[in-house]
């Protein structure tokens, strides 16, 4: 970000102590900071995230170090290690039982084909993960950390935004010209960028009225295991959770949609939260392909069979990379990337300050 933000940020009162006497040039300037503190439309420009900072971070999260980022692999570890120190200097609060890091049970399934890693499987419980053997027992972990309410009355709600971090690993099988590295930079290093950069600019917003559990998702990829086990052992009451926005695939534009910087919502009908952006200003709109049924194919689905109003942020037009090695950092639209972003901090900002969604009649789902 600018030099200028930076000075935005920096404490008044550090200023005194380097300057006793404050020059007349340090006058006009904390002055001028004033006039713009005081426009937040200037302020907002200042926060939003830009196509660059979209793509620098993009490509950290989907480098080919982290080699796909496998559930209860090294490279996903890496990947944690990356979202946490980004949420450490967003200043949110660690809420893992390792600093932000929510311990996943995770071993490793029965062998497969030759050249493919064992499936994660996630134990029932952390007593059952003791009795595996050593050898099956991987390292793996959601990344949680809160954003705590301003808000007296509203501080003890809670808003999930979320995002899976996991993606398919590495296939010698599958490879394409040499590589066979799933990067995942669309599914979904994208939608755990939009978290972190929303996160950034809530903090730098002065915060929101409920708080906000900002999670990285593990597991999503092999029967969403992370957010199953981060249900079983909430690091919050799950009753005190209003609603769940997750953000799943939004690296490229959806022609369906209305092609760059337009985003859509999984089952929009279902409950009052579409409609609650929509009046805020916040341009998402219905689901463009509900016969892919992405509703239950992400990780709010398993909230909303809580009771939870949970939906997903996407704007993924059925590209042909889909879980393939293809699905680059080179392959994104960045000014859309970074629109549906800016789109996704808004939306979060107005689900964690104003009205509750709620779900329409019927559109709860069940347990079949
Ligand atoms: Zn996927």
Same mark, same amino acid.
């Given at each position: ?53 979209? @793509? ?21 570890? @890496? ?15 660690? %809420? #893992? ?21 064992? @499936? ?11 009795? +595996? ?15 705590? /309410? ?33 990067? #995942? ?14 996160? @950034? ?79 805020? /200003? ?23 069979? %809580? /009771?939870?109003?949970?939906? =997903? ?25 970074? =629109?549906? +972003? ?11 300050? #104003? ?7 019927? #559109? ?5």
């Amino acid at each position: 970000m600018t030099d200028r933000l930076t000075f935005l940020r920096t404490p008044a009162r550090a200023l005194p102590r380097a300057l006793p006497r404050p020059s007349l040039r340090v006058s006009l300037v904390l002055a001028l900071s004033l006039v713009l503190l005081a426009a937040p439309g200037l302020v907002d420009a200042q926060t939003a995230t830009t196509p660059d900072r979209a @793509r620098q971070l993009l490509s950290r999260i989907a480098h080919d170090s982290l080699e796909g980022r496998l559930t209860g692999s090294p490279g996903a570890m @890496r990947a944690a290690r990356i979202i946490a120190a980004e949420m450490e200097r967003h200043g949110l609060e660690p %809420l #893992g039982d390792r600093g932000f890091f929510q311990t996943v049970p995770i071993h490793a399934g029965p062998p497969r084909t030759p050249g493919l890693p064992p @499936r994660p499987l996630l134990a029932a419980s952390m007593a059952a993960y003791d009795t +595996i053997p050593a050898a099956q027992r991987r390292d793996a972990v959601n990344v949680v950390g809160l954003l705590r /309410g301003t808000d007296p009355q509203l501080r003890d709600e809670y808003l999930i935004v979320g995002a899976h971090y996991d993606h398919i690993g590495m296939n010698a099988a599958r490879a394409v010209d040499g590589d066979s590295i799933f990067n #995942g930079a669309d599914d979904d290093a994208s939608g755990v960028v939009a978290m972190l950069e929303t996160a @950034r600019q809530l903090r730098e917003g002065g915060g929101a009225k409920r708080s906000i559990l900002f999670v990285a998702f593990t597991g999503e990829e092999n029967g969403m295991t992370g957010t199953t086990w981060f249900i079983r052992n909430p690091v919050r009451p799950l009753e005190q959770v209003v609603a769940d926005v997750q953000i799943e695939m939004i690296a490229r534009p959806d022609s369906l949609a209305g092609g760059p910087g337009k985003g859509w919502l999984t089952g929009f009908e279902r409950s009052t939260m579409g409609e609650l952006l929509a009046a805020a /200003g916040v341009a998402v709109i219905p689901d463009p392909r509900p016969a892919q049924n992405f509703f239950a194919r992400s990780d709010n689905y398993p909230f909303a069979l %809580l /009771g939870i109003p949970a939906h =997903t942020i996407s704007s993924f037009g059925g590209h042909g990379d889909y879980h393939g090695v293809n699905d680059e950092v080179d392959a994104v639209d960045f000014a859309h990337f970074s =629109t549906v +972003i800016n789109a996704t901090a808004r939306a979060v900002r107005v689900l964690a300050d #104003g009205a509750k969604p709620e779900w329409k009649p019927g #559109g709860k789902p069940e347990r079949r």
